[in-house]
């Protein structure tokens, strides 16, 4: 059984709703495979406590704020409504739970997506699977010696196993910093990073890293050298759970140790630390398996683009995965940008053949 339509959309998340908001506008017929049980993306897994480190104004998607203003730092739940009542605003034609196993070349100037639950052709396809489905932990001797529980930041929920125990956390971005700041609460915690952290100043928040890294990419699209802002582009947004954790004194941040022991890890001068369990906020790759059969994908997890279209495959399109995909095209406020224009260039191409925004069902 195989439907079709102009243009697929894989994933269901941000880019995936940014995606279809600006196509509804063009007339070409579009639908939105999403592997979620329910709307949200990959906001769904994200840890119970997790704050945007950017207020409610600086973290929608095209067309509809999310509330909250200028002062509202968003947590978790708040970004799962939002984006539940955004679908559901603009009447977004989202199918799931469905998994696309494969996008393949069919002839006849299509492309395939091969799912579990039928298949369909498409002229142009949008991945739009961000990463939370890939995440990263590197290697470490000993790691599977080690006794002690093992968690990725994506399966995170919260730190209520671990209150009473010796936790350490890797990682030294936002995420291992707000985790850090919760499980000091509760556990014996030791913060692990590759390079000592960065705290930027109170009053910055992600509008500014926003402006900074926008501006850093249209430096370099235009051949001049990026201007290096006042403190460094930074890492980490003291929002105010982070702010807590200061004043209560636990964020101090070790450097990587050497390897693993079965109870624990062994710093590089030969020193132990006992650990209980251990908590990798080490990012994610882009999730790309589906692509596998076009060929796209480089050694280095990502695909060589003209802005967002793929240039070993012009009918792939690919949204949302970071900066290789536009500038901050990984967060709410930033893939807008990436998806607006990324529809300007498939309905520029598509849009004088385009249907009335209906797809062909399978069958």
């Known amino acids: 059984m195989t439907g079709h339509a102009d243009v697929v959309v894989i994933g269901g998340g941000q880019a995936g709703l940014a995606l279809g908001y600006h196509l509804r506008r063009t007339g070409l017929t579009f639908l939105i495979l999403d592997a979620e049980d329910a709307p949200g993306g990959a906001w769904r897994h994200a840890w119970r406590s997790l704050r945007l480190f950017s207020p409610a104004a600086w973290s929608s998607l095209p067309g509809w704020p999310l509330n909250g203003g200028e002062t509202t730092y968003p947590g978790r739940d708040d970004v799962v409504g939002y984006l539940t009542r955004y679908e559901a605003r603009y009447e977004l034609p989202v199918r799931r739970p469905v998994t696309v196993r494969s996008v393949e070349r069919a002839g006849d100037g299509v492309l395939l997506a091969r799912t579990d639950r039928g298949d369909w052709t498409a002229r142009m396809v949008v991945s739009a699977t961000g990463t939370w489905r890939h995440p990263y932990v590197p290697h470490y001797p000993g790691r599977e010696a080690f006794r002690g529980a093992q968690v990725h930041s994506g399966a995170y929920e919260g730190p209520e196993s671990f209150a009473g125990k010796r936790v350490v956390v890797v990682g030294g971005g936002n995420s291992g910093a707000q985790i850090l700041a919760e499980l000091s609460e509760v556990a014996d915690t030791t913060w692990v990073s590759e390079r000592p952290p960065v705290f930027l100043p109170d009053e910055v928040d992600g509008r500014v890293l926003f402006h900074r890294a926008t501006a850093r990419i249209k430096a370099l699209q235009e051949g001049r050298a ?113 998806a607006r224009e990324t529809v300007r260039r498939i309905a520029a191409e598509l849009g004088a053949e385009g249907g009335q925004g209906v797809p062909t069902p399978p069958g």
């Open 226 to 338: 990026p201007e290096i802002p006042a403190g460094g582009l930074g890492d980490i947004v003291m929002v105010p759970p982070m702010a807590a954790a200061r004043d209560r004194g636990v964020l101090h941040a070790r450097r990587p140790f050497a390897r693993f022991g079965e109870t624990g890890v062994v710093w590089r001068d030969g020193t132990a630390t006992g650990a209980d369990a251990v908590i990798w906020c080490t990012g994610f790759r882009p999730a790309l398996d589906h692509l596998a059969c076009l060929d796209v994908v480089g050694p280095d997890g990502t695909v060589a683009v003209d802005g967002t279209r793929s240039v070993r495959e012009p009918r792939l399109w690919l949204v949302g995965y970071g900066g290789w995909t536009g500038p901050a095209s990984a967060t709410l406020i930033g893939v807008g940008r990436s």
